[in-house]
């Protein structure tokens, strides 16, 4: 009895054993069932991810000089690399089949290379096929607006500078609706905006436009009208004397910021009409806008026309435009203040472009572009390196290299 007491652990042991084993082995059998359904679950959340998110970029690499210091397109008479160079990227998030955020980040060698958002909103459309947008947009002025850094967009090395130039405002923070009316051949495209933006401490406030477009994937014609109000305080960078340096005898200049001109809510106005036709050899771009700003802030007119010609993978084209102030007898000089407005803002010129487009291969463009500007008249050419009227037309040299990916 004794012995079979004992005995009797060990035996029950030996008889649980197997029982354990498979418990163990169901256990052992669940947690791989689990472990393979969460990493299925994974897979399909990453490539579900995956499909929702794109990106895609683009860059530019310039090389810009000129034959003398005017200033036209920024260029001087140095080798400069950075000015028309820059790099960006853009990735859309596809929230639901209706709604996505977009983001571009952009960096500019004129702006040190630093990143800014150019793009940063959320889209949604509607199921009568309204879009709208809310963020940081870009202002839809011209007929390149929405492409403005995207150089392989364009068939010129840079939008012409007598219509693109005087505005310094191309982003805004906002939004805008858009609606396609679809016919059998043709879209027609409304679109409002509003909102705000900024440059150079200024601010331009309320914000509102509308536009309108028409293509038919040949021919597009495009009118736009917009307003808003100026305010802040417009500087102007100078060089001023500090004295002599007594360890060297030489003088000492430093660089100042000076107040130029104070905007209180000044009420602007922009118009623009453009068109294009293009049948896939001939093509020919125009573009007029105007500039109205209450006060001595100066008013503008200015237009260009392309004409281009492809040639298997060469594209020659030409450019003519034009810019001129309108109210320059609001700036008559009866003292020292109204002569620095009248330098200033005072403006007209022609300009005549010659270039060449190459594709190189797919998604690379080889550019090179001559530009002369003339017919200066009484003024700076509304150059703002060349206020002193030193120069009375410039020419500027530009290769660049256009690609996106």
Not at 3 to 20: E, G, R
Not at 103 to 123: F, H, P, T
Not at 365 to 375: G, I, P, Q
């Amino acid at each position: 009895m004794k012995l079979t007491l004992k005995t009797l652990p060990l035996a029950i042991s030996v008889a649980i054993l197997p029982i354990q084993a498979i418990a163990d082995d169901q256990t052992n059998n669940k947690i791989a069932q689990l472990e393979q359904q969460v990493q299925s679950l994974q897979a399909s959340q990453t490539a579900s991810l995956t499909e929702r998110i794109t990106f895609n970029g683009f860059m530019t690499g310039a090389f810009i000089t000129s034959d003398n210091n005017a200033g036209y397109a920024g260029a001087t008479t140095s080798a400069n690399f950075d000015d028309g160079s820059k790099f960006g990227l853009q990735g859309t998030f596809a929230i639901s089949d209706q709604t996505k955020a977009v983001m571009q980040l952009m960096m500019k060698g004129e702006n040190n290379w630093d990143v800014e958002a150019e793009w940063a909103y959320v889209s949604h459309t509607f199921e009568n096929g309204l879009q709208a947008r809310a963020g940081k947009l870009r202002l839809p002025l011209f007929m390149y607006s929405d492409y403005l850094d995207v150089g392989y967009a364009q068939i010129f090395v840079r939008p012409p500078e007598d219509v693109y130039g005087p505005v310094p405002f191309t982003s805004y923070t906002g939004a805008d609706v858009s609606y396609d009316i679809e016919f059998d051949d043709s879209t027609l495209t409304f679109q409002a905006y509003g909102g705000k933006s900024d440059a150079f401490g200024v601010d331009l406030k309320n914000i509102l436009g509308i536009n309108a477009t028409w293509t038919d994937e040949t021919w597009t014609l495009r009118g736009l009208y917009g307003e808003g109000s100026l305010d802040g305080t417009m500087t102007r960078q100078s060089t001023t004397s500090a004295g002599i340096d007594p360890s060297t005898g030489l003088p000492i200049y430093l660089e100042v910021t000076v107040p130029l001109l104070v905007l209180d809510e000044e009420k602007g106005q922009f118009s623009a009409i453009g068109g294009s036709y293009d049948n896939g050899s001939f093509l020919a771009i125009a573009e007029w806008t105007r500039i109205d700003v209450e006060g001595v802030f100066r008013n503008t007119d200015s237009g260009y026309l392309t004409l281009g010609y492809r040639i298997e993978t060469f594209t020659p084209y030409v450019t003519a435009s034009f810019y001129e102030t309108t109210d320059d007898d609001l700036r008559q000089i009866v003292d020292q203040t109204s002569a620095v407005y009248a330098a200033i803002f005072n403006g007209e010129r022609k300009s005549y472009s010659a270039g060449l487009r190459w594709d190189a291969i797919d998604n690379l463009a080889v550019k090179f572009d001559v530009t002369y500007s003339t017919d200066f008249g009484d003024t700076s050419g509304g150059l703002k390196s060349n206020v002193a009227q030193e120069f009375d037309d410039t020419t500027v040299y530009t290769v660049q290299f256009d690609v996106v990916f």
